[in-house]
């Protein structure tokens, strides 16, 4: 895992492993922000690889509960990587996905190159 400051003056982005423990609830979300804190991040970039499947489930309130954590420390949580097969399979899951990109506490980015255009776009 690393923080790196945007050459262009963005935020200060930590961006996590593909390998690790899970993403999966509110003490997981905890130890993430943490980490962003000790290093001045103001993003949390979490692989899809990262997430737990329940996170994919809104009726598991776990979408909900990490997304809460992450929006009232003040860090925006970013899940990157290709979800579209789970889009796909459910309309509460795109519209979830299709709101959260409109804000800025959470964002779903299937690439680097979109993140880094988001990124910039402020």
């Given amino acids: 895992m690393a923080a790196e400051q945007d050459v262009d003056g963005g935020p200060v982005v930590f961006e996590c492993s593909a390998e ?14 943490g980490e962003a804190w000790g290093t001045g991040a103001e ?5 899809v ?9 809104l ?3 776990v979408a909900g509960d990490l997304t809460q954590k992450f929006a009232q420390y003040g860090v925006r949580l970013v899940v990157l ?16 996905v299709r709101e959260a990109n409109r ?3 959470v964002w779903f980015a299937a690439t680097r190159e979109e993140l ?7």
């Fill in 59 to 61: 009726r598991s309130g």
């Fill in 81 to 96: 990587g290709d979800i579209s097969d789970r889009v796909a399979r459910g309309t509460a899951l795109r519209d979830f």
């Fill in 20 to 33: 690790g423990p899970e993403v999966r609830g509110v003490s997981s979300a905890l130890d993430l922000i």
């Fill in 43 to 47: 993003v949390v970039v979490v692989p």
């Fill in 116 to 122: 880094a255009a988001r990124l910039a776009a402020g």
């Fill in 103 to 105: 804000g800025r506490h």
């Fill in 49 to 57: 690889e990262r997430v737990a499947d329940g996170f994919f489930s």
